[in-house]
């Protein structure tokens, strides 16, 4: 966890010991006063209604320093970073909001199941390789570009692309799951803080199908848009180039109006 969040729940807790401290000494006017007096301050600090709408603002915001914290470590996983690349320059412009990269790390790993696991110890093993090669030299573009990285990104693909055989539910199951807003922010393993309805967004996440082509035509752009040298190592992989393996599911994205 990045120091956001304790650092927060410090400021919080300075701000009552404040209040405390404040509500002793003008209620012990420059004299010494009692345990009990003092039990007594405590009661009144913990009802009072001048601290609600501060408890509601902490709460928010600590909220959000989990989910940016979850989101931080899940975007420091390789395989993660790999899948995501090609439609970063979607979420750098705006078009599209960083909130939906909870639910498509979900998708993923919805889609992929345990293999994205054995894909995600191949690319943490990847890049501790680049590190140790490049030192200070390392950019992640070299992780992108490195034909091992390539080939998991077009495994992965592949797997998706399959996964759509019934194009039209598929998309609409999709389109469903980006719309979600979480009711939950992850605290752990086992651990959820729940979100009260004051926190939720007004309106619903607006995921439709135009976002629907534009997302996909970026995430399989690496299959729509290859080099000469890739198509070659791609064949060599797979057997056949991309329009030969996943052709029905390329001809519906080509035909995806954005």
Same mark, same amino acid.
């Given at each position: 966890?990045?120091? $956001?969040?304790? !650092?927060?729940?410090?400021?919080?807790?300075?701000?009552?010991?404040?209040?405390?401290?404040?509500?002793? *000494?003008? /209620?012990?006017?420059?004299?010494?006063?009692?345990?009990?007096?003092? %039990?007594?301050?405590?009661? $009144?600090?913990?009802?009072? *209604?001048?601290?609600?709408?501060?408890?509601?603002?902490?709460?928010?915001?600590?909220? *959000?320093?989990?989910?940016?914290?979850?989101?931080?470590?899940? $975007? /420091?996983? @390789?395989?993660?970073?790999?899948?995501?690349?090609?439609?970063?320059?979607?979420?750098?412009?705006?078009?599209?909001?960083?909130?939906?990269?909870?639910?498509?790390?979900?998708?993923?790993?919805?889609?992929?199941?345990?293999?994205?696991?054995?894909?995600?110890? *191949?690319?943490?093993?990847?890049?501790?390789?680049?590190?140790?090669?490049?030192?200070?030299?390392?950019?992640?573009?070299?992780?992108?570009?490195?034909?091992? %990285?390539?080939?998991?990104?077009?495994?992965?693909?592949?797997?998706?692309?399959?996964?759509?055989?019934?194009?039209?539910?598929?998309?609409?199951?999709?389109?469903?799951?980006?719309?979600?807003?979480?009711?939950?922010?992850?605290?752990?393993?086992? %651990?959820?803080?729940?979100?009260?309805?004051?926190?939720?967004? /007004?309106?619903?996440?607006?995921?439709?199908?135009?976002?629907?082509?534009?997302?996909?035509? @970026?995430?399989?752009?690496?299959?729509?848009?290859?080099?000469?040298?890739?198509?070659? %190592?791609?064949?060599?992989?797979?057997?056949?180039?991309?329009?030969?393996?996943?052709?029905?599911?390329?001809?519906?994205? !080509?035909?995806?109006?954005?």
């Amino acid at each position: 966890m990045s120091g $956001r969040g304790p !650092a927060y729940l410090r400021k919080v807790t300075n701000t009552v010991l404040d209040a405390l401290l404040q509500a002793a *000494e003008t /209620a012990g006017h420059d004299r010494g006063f009692s345990l009990e007096e003092l %039990a007594g301050l405590v009661a $009144r600090l913990k009802t009072s *209604e001048q601290f609600t709408e501060f408890y509601r603002r902490g709460y928010r915001q600590l909220l *959000e320093a989990v989910a940016e914290d979850e989101l931080q470590h899940k $975007r /420091a996983d @390789a395989f993660h970073r790999l899948m995501v690349h090609p439609f970063s320059p979607h979420l750098q412009d705006g078009t599209f909001d960083r909130a939906i990269l909870p639910n498509v790390f979900s998708f993923y790993h919805l889609v992929l199941g345990e293999e994205a696991q054995t894909w995600d110890d *191949e690319c943490r093993t990847l890049v501790e390789g680049l590190k140790t090669q490049l030192g200070d030299e390392f950019q992640w573009d070299a992780f992108y570009g490195d034909p091992a %990285a390539k080939r998991i990104l077009w495994r992965a693909l592949v797997r998706i692309a399959a996964s759509f055989k019934r194009w039209e539910v598929r998309r609409d199951w999709f389109i469903k799951l980006m719309q979600y807003t979480p009711t939950t922010v992850s605290m752990g393993q086992n %651990a959820f803080v729940v979100k009260t309805g004051e926190h939720e967004p /007004a309106e619903p996440r607006v995921f439709t199908n135009h976002e629907f082509c534009q997302f996909f035509q @970026a995430q399989f752009s690496p299959l729509t848009e290859m080099s000469a040298d890739d198509l070659t %190592a791609f064949r060599r992989e797979f057997g056949a180039d991309p329009h030969h393996l996943i052709g029905d599911f390329l001809l519906h994205l !080509a035909s995806c109006p954005v």
